[in-house]
């Protein structure tokens, strides 16, 4: 049974001394609350780990934190694992490349971010800090989870170190998309997304980001996908979507709390017969409070009826006061507020009450649960718990106002969602949410807190982390395995005593070697002479499986008494049959798909396209390399926009994309061909990414073979083209009885 480590810059706890006293408190975070409820939950099983560490940075100084420990403050839901770092080098770890070059860029603020050396060359050895630290305390079966932008190398450096570890990457920020990502300096683009790939499941909190990761790594590192599914360095990875969440339980206990009643009880005394409007947040220039502030100040000015009846409680919790921007930031939300109160404020009245300090956690609650609306308006962020923390304490009243731009606005929909940079659409929203009818209000937090209940803070690492598992028993499934003489002798044993026998074969790559150009891939006299004596041994079935279209396989091996498929499978020909088409489709998509193929092609020296019936398809084979990669990434991302909402599917093949109609495949047409032959042997091979459907579709019922060192769903690998013929004469002189070998280069 393994540990559980997980590693963050900043540790659940923070160490203060004051005088000659030591303080010890809970760091704020989503991450740190979000940890911590699930391991100080009782009802929770975490039985498949013997043991929680977690591995952070320690800001405190060493005898403080060893007098802390002495002290019993430390929390014994984990073990602490604690790193001291240089102060400088810290300094520019943190407040430099962290929270100056990448949470600005990747929140879209590309004005505010700092290019400098010394800041990247810091965050590099703080992430090898921590890469040395957790090879010292790593042992044989631990899951590591590593968390957040300020560590997005270190998988890389673990991997290095531990090539086995099984490491799972989250990133709480939004992952931006590639036009802004693309600001960095190469080396640094290249050694984030590096790292990022060390892990084996790296997740994000919407669909958005993993889109715009995914399409990063493409431009940047020029590596492969499928859905999510990524092939790099020979590893498969895979990236998906986990909206982190709340305890939500711990949130609804909150409300029958006595020192939480005894606080909202005495807010509601002071603001008796008036509304509230709550807002908590750091000090960052990612929560846009001064739009917010805008948009209150507009509200107080279209409706002057809800002078005196209205109150707006502002906290601000205190963050990263070092950096200039956020000095800044807090002296013009300040000037701000005192403009509004004292533009609006009666001696017996002001509009804005606000707090520059850390709320308990009864304060909190307390806050969220008396509040008639929450106005939470970031101009950017990966998620935001406060929205979520905020519907799961309402009792029966309240509304939430949010950012269309934040991770939780796909979640909570039934919010009022607003722009957060236009003003009257928030000061709009303010007045409709005053004014919502209690069951309207009611009616709409309930759908919101069915689903924080049902997708919590438990859910969301235990989906992760069952993920993980999932991803490291795939990787096992698909490491390559090659062709051995053992396999091949039960593999023609099998076939020998079928009575029905099926073999596909794909053409391009498999039986033919890769050409320039599709027409100089001629069947030569060798090959057509194997599949004229294979498709004439009694019994056998076989099947030549391509993308080609019908018209040059009818003419290369339409005499052979053998099945062609066509077009991935929309057309096929059973042997001494006419040719059938699957469906009945109109060819008016290829007009409007046609000329942006041809546009690419004068845009890629080297491209070309190919017509066929069902099929348009742009080759870059004969490009320069990263020319064509780049150009095909760009028309993948055209050809996938224009096809949205259309029965047509972008298939992205070897150095080939192709637009053909969905529910058309090799997989599916595998199937219906078994379903066809009723064979009791079924043998497939197949080099091309499209060849994968097949391999999945058949990998319970056939021996599925891979052509090529890439990662694959077949049970096997042959690594060179020139050993399939090989391979099939060895069944030709099995069927014929004759004494067999076979030399595996």
């Not at 006293?21 to 409820?37: C, E, M, P, Y």
């Not at 971010?113 to 921590?130: P, S």
């Not at 921007?325 to 300040?334: G, P, S, T």
Request: aromatic share 10%.
């Amino acid at each position: 049974m393994g540990r559980l480590i997980i590693i963050s810059n900043r540790l659940p706890i923070s160490v203060d001394r004051v005088g000659d006293d030591i303080v010890i408190r809970q760091s704020s975070g989503g991450l740190v609350s979000a940890i911590k409820s699930y391991f100080e939950r009782s009802d929770i099983d975490t039985s498949q780990y013997s043991e929680a560490i977690w591995l952070g940075t320690m800001d405190a100084a060493e005898e403080d934190w060893n007098a802390a420990n002495e002290m019993g403050g430390v929390p014994s839901d984990f073990k602490i694992e604690t790193i001291f770092t240089d102060k400088d080098v810290y300094d520019g770890f943190y407040n430099g490349f962290a929270n100056s070059t990448l949470w600005p860029l990747f929140h879209y603020f590309p004005s505010l971010v700092e290019y400098k050396k010394e800041y990247f060359e810091a965050y590099l050895k703080v992430n090898q800090q921590f890469a040395d630290k957790l090879v010292e305390i790593y042992q044989p079966g631990d899951t590591i989870w590593i968390h957040d932008y300020q560590l997005m190398s270190l998988s890389k450096l673990i991997r290095k170190r531990l090539p086995g570890a099984t490491i799972g990457f989250f990133l709480h920020i939004p992952f931006p998309s590639y036009e802004i990502f693309r600001l960095l300096p190469t080396v640094w683009k290249h050694s984030i997304l590096e790292g990022m790939l060390g892990a084996d499941l790296i997740g994000f909190h919407t669909y958005d980001y993993v889109q715009h990761f995914i399409q990063s790594i493409k431009m940047v590192l020029k590596v492969d996908s499928q859905f999510n599914t990524i092939n790099y360095n020979g590893r498969v990875i895979k990236t998906d979507l986990f909206p982190i969440g709340i305890d939500y339980q711990k949130f609804r206990e909150a409300i029958n709390d006595e020192k939480t009643i005894r606080v909202g009880t005495s807010l509601e005394e002071r603001f008796y017969n008036k509304k509230i409007i709550f807002s908590v947040d750091r000090l960052d220039y990612t929560k846009g409070v001064s739009f917010r502030l805008e948009g209150y100040e507009e509200f107080l000015e279209k409706h002057p009826e809800w002078m005196k009846k209205v109150v707006f409680i502002l906290n601000i919790i205190p963050s990263r006061d070092l950096i200039a921007a956020y000095i800044e930031r807090k002296k013009l939300i300040e000037e701000k507020i005192s403009t509004i109160n004292g533009r609006f404020s009666t001696l017996e009245w002001q509009p804005i009450i606000y707090r520059y300090n850390h709320l308990s956690f009864e304060e909190l609650c307390a806050l969220y649960q008396i509040a008639d609306v929450a106005l939470i308006t970031p101009l950017r962020d990966g998620m935001n718990l406060v929205a979520k923390e905020y519907v799961a304490s309402c009792i029966d009243k309240g509304v939430l106002i949010l950012s269309e731009l934040t991770g939780a606005a796909s979640e909570l929909n039934e919010a009022i969602l607003v722009n957060p940079t236009d003003c009257s659409e928030v000061a709009d929203a303010i007045q409709t949410a005053l004014t919502m009818p209690l069951m309207e209000q009611r009616s709409l937090l309930s759908h919101m807190q069915k689903r924080l209940k049902d997708y919590d803070v438990v859910k969301w690492i235990n989906d992760f982390l069952e993920q993980l598992v999932t991803v490291k028993k795939d990787q096992e499934k698909l490491v390559v395995k090659v062709l051995d003489g053992a396999t091949i002798k039960e593999m023609l044993q099998r076939y020998q005593s079928a009575s029905k026998r099926c073999i596909m074969l794909d053409y391009d790559g498999t039986l033919a070697p890769i050409t320039k150009l599709p027409s100089m891939a001629v069947p030569d006299d060798n090959l057509l002479g194997l599949m004229t004596q294979l498709s004439g041994i009694e019994n056998n079935e076989i099947v030549i499986i391509s993308g080609r279209d019908a018209d040059t396989l009818q003419e290369w091996l339409g005499h052979l008494p053998i099945t062609l498929v066509a077009e991935h499978g929309a057309l096929t020909r059973f042997k001494g049959e006419e040719w059938q088409q699957k469906g009945s489709y109109s060819a008016d998509w290829k007009d409007k798909v046609r000329p942006l193929l041809e546009l690419f092609v004068s845009r890629c020296a080297g491209s070309f396209t190919e017509e066929k019936k069902n099929t348009l398809a742009w080759h870059y084979r004969n490009t320069a390399p990263d020319l064509g990669f780049i150009r095909s990434r760009e028309l993948m991302n055209s050809l996938q926009q224009l096809t949205t909402n259309t029965p047509l599917q972008v298939v992205d093949g070897n150095k080939v994309l192709e637009v053909r109609m969905i529910g058309v495949d090799k997989g599916a047409t595998a199937i219906n061909l078994v379903d066809h032959f009723k064979p009791d042997f079924i043998m497939c091979i197949g080099d091309d990414t499209t060849d994968e459907d097949m391999f999945k579709a058949l990998n319970d019922k056939a021996y599925t073979i891979k052509i090529g060192k890439a990662n694959t769903a077949a049970q096997h690998t042959l690594l060179l083209q020139t050993e399939v013929l090989p391979l099939l004469k060895q069944f030709v002189a099995c069927a014929k009885k004759e004494e067999y070998g076979f030399s595996h280069s």
